[in-house]
C-alpha cells in the first residue's frame, strides 16, 4: 500500500526538523537499517508500521521478525549511530535483552555505548 507521498514528504521534513532543532526523536520511534541494502526505513512502533526513506516513500507491512538478517537499530542522536544488533526470529510479543554497539559517524570508531537495552520486535 503506498502512502501519499505530500503526506510522506511532511512527516519526513518534521521528522528532520527535530533533529536539526535539537530536539531528540519520540520513545516511539526507531531508525532500522538493514545492512546488506543499506535500506534505512523507519519504524513507528504506535502504528506498528514501516515506512521506507528513500527516492520514494513506502507503507509496508508490520515488521513481525527477521530471521538470519543482520540489523541495526539505529536511533540518531548528537551524530551517533547505534549497530550491530543481530536479530533471529524474536517472538512479536515478548521483550529481549538485546546488545548495542554504538558506532561515530565521524571516525567509525566502534566503542561499547549501551548493553541489555529491552524493546518488543
Known sequence: MLM???????????HLESFASGTPPTNSTLFL??????EVVEVCLLAQSVVAESINFFLLSRVRSTQRESIVIVKKFELQI??????????????????IMSVCEQDNSKTIRAT????GM
Open 4 to 14: 501519499d507521498s505530500a503526506a510522506a514528504e511532511t512527516g519526513h521534513r518534521r
Open 33 to 38: 537499517i538493514r545492512y546488506r541494502t543499506f
Open 116 to 119: 541489555g537495552m529491552k524493546f
Open 82 to 99: 547505534l549497530t550491530n544488533l543481530h536479530v533471529l526470529d524474536l517472538p512479536e510479543s515478548e521483550k529481549h535483552n538485546l546488545g
